[in-house]
């Protein structure tokens, strides 16, 4: 390519009357000509196949028409033209490149050979000459030993020869051997070679792949192996590590199952070992039927739904069609008292129909009755209950009867003032009450004291004789569960009770009425005139309240044992 912008073009002749097409194609990396684009009959014609960086020439193969004594292999090949034109494909594939291997030398030990950068080399040393004992592995080239004490160990392959050697020593006089053994395919070594007796030894098996470590055999001494180790007895010992083969799994082809129409299909597998028995299922949707199935790929048979599975893929398919049947009469069920448990009320004849009576408070449930005919209850003396749907429209009732409510108890209740200066009264679900009524149990009634004038104020409640804590409250309620009896105090409004209550109430003049903020939400509020007269008195129902008094003055108000004297013009 030069460094500037090129242009080319195909140009194109006429095809001689006499004269045949010749196409070359290629399948791979690789570019492929023949001597002439046309040719008459009986031309020598020749190919040539080019292969691209990493990839080889394979053969020649004619794909239209003929090539008489082409060699298919042969690169330049030649053909004599025939009578047709002709397509011929030259096939390349990749080369591959023999990685290079380095040598291992494994002097007093196994695994010297040939092995590929990257590889892992395992190596065994010998066994140990008699009173010595292995003592590690040993090397002057660039590897790394995973355990140099090892009798077995593993390196990783450099790109470059290597040599290793075992190397022994003096087996102490008060040290015994200790020598593992492989069966089958892995290695493994002992935290030790030798150990005085009472030494702890761990033990390690690393299986190979497609292995299993299956257990540790004692060859020889008295031992006992426990989560892989053991502690060393005054002798030598020899264990074996035992490993198994993993079973390979058995090739599965599947089974694929294809729908034409509307419908369910599956097989009770979706792959499975030649030979194995195949259901097949088939459910069609509403409205349709199975027709059939057919066998797309896969030499099978079917009959009654299933199939032997052969040494290849299966593909089948379940054929519906759409199925014109009647519609089904429903009929209505209507009840009473009650409900059908999944809240449906129309049912084909035939049907079990499932009905719950709704039983109302106050009430137990007696039967179900019905006056329709063809309905006869499973168990009509239950609440929950079935019948078979009749050809007809059914009614049934739940009988219920009422239960008669037991009557509460009632109770006295007696309320006074001790002593004078005030009154009290009680009120009963907003009703009130004299001293002495009966209450019913569990009612609550709510007394109300009111101090005779301004300068009196509520004391001490007591029930039943005793203090309560709502002391100084005008009201006090109480839940009836047995005979009771309420009395009330009243005492002189002091001037420290009126310094104290005048701080958290505020009132004055707004819009014509008297306007009043600092209340407590839930005590009585009561205004009384100067001269003592009581002019209005209610429970609070907000912190402000607006007030219509009906002349100027000046006016006492108290919340509680709040106070506060406040001019009304």
Do not use: C
Not at 53 to 79: C, I, M, Y
Not at 127 to 156: H, M, S, Y
Not at 380 to 391: H, I, K, V
Not at 475 to 502: G, M, N
């Amino acid at each position: 390519m030069p460094a500037h912008a090129v242009t080319v073009t195909a140009t194109y002749k006429d095809l001689p009357p006499d004269e045949y097409l010749i196409t070359v194609e290629t399948e791979g990396n690789g570019t492929a000509n023949a001597s002439a684009n046309s040719a008459p009959e009986g031309a020598q014609i020749t190919l040539t196949a080019t292969p691209a960086e990493g990839h080889k020439f394979v053969e020649w193969v004619v794909e239209t028409g003929r090539a008489p004594s082409l060699q298919a292999d042969a690169n330049p090949a030649t053909f004599t033209m025939p009578d047709e034109d002709v397509v011929i494909k030259a096939i390349f594939e990749e080369e591959t490149v023999e990685p290079d291997k380095y040598l291992v030398t494994v002097i007093s030990g196994s695994g010297s050979g040939e092995y590929e950068e990257d590889a892992v080399v395992t190596i065994t040393a010998n066994q140990a000459p008699e009173g010595k004992v292995f003592d590690r592995w040993i090397t002057d080239d660039d590897i790394n030993f995973v355990l140099a004490t090892a009798v077995t160990t593993d390196f990783v392959m450099p790109a470059s020869a290597v040599t290793v050697t075992a190397t022994y020593r003096d087996l102490p006089p008060d040290e015994y051997l200790i020598t593992v053994q492989t069966e089958g395919s892995g290695t493994a070594n002992a935290s030790a070679n030798s150990a005085p007796a009472g030494a702890t030894i761990t033990l390690t098996a690393t299986p190979a792949e497609g292995w299993e470590f299956v257990e540790w055999e004692v060859v020889s001494g008295d031992i006992t192996i426990e989560d892989n180790a053991f502690t060393m007895p005054a002798e030598d010992v020899t264990v074996k590590a035992i490993f198994e083969e993993i079973p390979q799994q058995p090739d599965t082809y599947t089974v694929t199952v294809e729908i034409e129409g509307n419908g369910a299909a599956n097989a009770s597998a979706n792959s499975a070992l030649a030979g194995t028995q195949i259901t097949l299922t088939a459910t069609p949707a509403e409205g349709h039927k199975f027709v059939e199935w057919q066998v797309v790929s896969g030499d099978i048979t079917i009959a009654d739904n299933a199939f032997t599975m052969p040494a290849n893929a299966v593909t089948v398919k379940a054929i519906f069609e759409e199925e014109i049947e009647p519609q089904p009469t429903f009929y209505t069920v209507t009840i009473e008292g009650g409900k059908t448990s999944n809240d449906e009320y129309e049912y084909e004849a035939g049907a079990t129909v499932v009905i719950v009576a709704e039983v109302p408070q106050n009430h137990t449930f007696v039967n179900w009755t019905t006056v329709s005919e063809g309905v006869v209850f499973e168990d009509d003396e239950n609440e929950e209950t079935t019948f078979t749907m009749p050809a007809s429209d059914v009614t049934v009732k739940a009988i219920f009867e009422e239960i008669e409510p037991q009557p509460k108890s009632t109770y006295p209740v007696v309320f006074s003032v001790s002593g004078s200066n005030g009154s009290i009264t009680a009120t009963v679900d907003g009703e009130a009450i004299t001293t002495g009524t009966l209450v019913e149990e569990d009612k609550t009634v709510i007394f109300t004291a009111t101090p005779v004038n301004a300068d009196y104020k509520t004391g001490q409640w007591t029930l039943n004789g005793a203090p309560v804590s709502t002391t100084a409250a005008n009201t006090f309620s109480h839940v009836i569960t047995a005979a009771t009896t309420v009395t009330v105090t009243f005492d002189a409004l002091t001037s420290s009770d009126e310094l104290l209550s005048a701080n958290p109430l505020k009132a004055w003049t707004r819009n014509g009425l008297l306007h009043i903020e600092g209340l407590t939400v839930g005590e009585t509020l009561s205004i009384y005139s100067v001269s003592g007269a009581l002019v209005y008195n209610a429970i609070a129902t907000d912190e402000e309240m607006d007030i219509d008094l009906k002349a100027e003055g000046v006016y006492i108000i108290r919340s509680g044992v709040n106070t506060l004297r406040v001019v009304f013009n």
